[in-house]
T-cell receptor, first 115, second 110 residues
Framework: EPEVTQTPSHQVTQMGQEVILRCVPI?????FYWYRQILGQKVEFLVS????????KSEIFDDQFSVERPDGSNFTLKIRSTKLEDSAMYFC?????????????FGSGTQLSVL | KNEVEQSPQNLTAQEGEFITINCSYS?????LHWLQQHPGGGIVSLFM???GKKKHGRLIATINIQEKHSSLHITASHPRDSAVYIC????????????FGAGTILRVKS
């Protein structure tokens, strides 16, 4: 089965530093998502991206966050100035176009630790 | 108030048992997803439902839109089914946003 690939699997950073989390969605997919899961808590929606722009974002997705699809294959999440509370597992997901193709394919996640 | 509630929170079963995990939601939805999260953290989509029932192998998912309730059943459970099962709903009027339940931790003993 095709896979969504995320890199790195683990990222440790100092508070205030910028991080970029990378995702390679499945090649014919057009809808892309970022979710996060703080340890011991529910998965939370961050942002959805379609047609090279953000289609929806949550209250969590403030000005410190940005997403980009720089080259037609990668989908990145940037956190400009990390805070301790940004420590979480970040999941990328994608799905194919069409109303019948609602199955989401998730990457294996990037564990971000902010020290 | 949580928009998505799952029960039970924890479930331990003996191999071979029939398992039911429940999900209730309080909002209008366009779709409901059942997801499986393995101990390593990876998430796999099991089903997407907007009505009725779906079956895949030993897994069956049902949804009752009027009662705002969905169930995930596992027949002939096996230790490899041990995982966290998460219900997530796509809320009407909120486009692509999914709201997640807290998950049910399932442990199947051999």
């Amino acid at each position: 089965e095709p896979e969504v690939t995320q890199t790195p699997s683990h990222q440790v950073t100092q508070m205030g530093q910028e991080v970029i989390l990378r995702c390679v969605p499945i090649s014919n997919h057009l809808y892309f998502y970022w979710y996060r899961q703080i340890l011991g808590q529910k998965v939370e929606f961050l942002v959805s991206f379609y047609n090279n722009e953000i289609s929806e974002k949550s209250e969590i997705f403030d000005d410190q966050f940005s997403v980009e699809r720089p080259d037609g294959s990668n989908f990145t999440l940037k956190i400009r100035s990390t805070k301790l509370e940004d420590s979480a597992m970040y999941f990328c997901a994608s799905r194919a176009p069409g109303l019948r193709n609602e199955k989401l394919f998730f990457g294996s996640g990037t564990q971000l630790s902010v020290l | 108030k949580n928009e998505v509630e799952q029960s039970p929170q924890n479930l331990t079963a003996q191999e071979g048992e029939f398992i039911t995990i429940n999900c209730s939601y309080s909002v209008g939805i366009s779709a409901l997803h059942w997801l499986q999260q393995h101990p390593g953290g990876g998430i796999v989509s099991l089903f997407m439902l907007s009505s009725g029932k779906k079956k895949h192998g030993r897994l069956i998912a049902t949804i009752n839109i009027q009662e705002k309730h969905s169930s995930l059943h596992i027949t002939a459970s096996h230790p490899r089914d041990s995982a966290v099962y998460i219900c997530a709903v796509r809320v009407l009027g909120y486009g692509n946003k999914l709201v997640f339940g807290a998950g049910t931790i399932l442990r199947v003993k051999s």
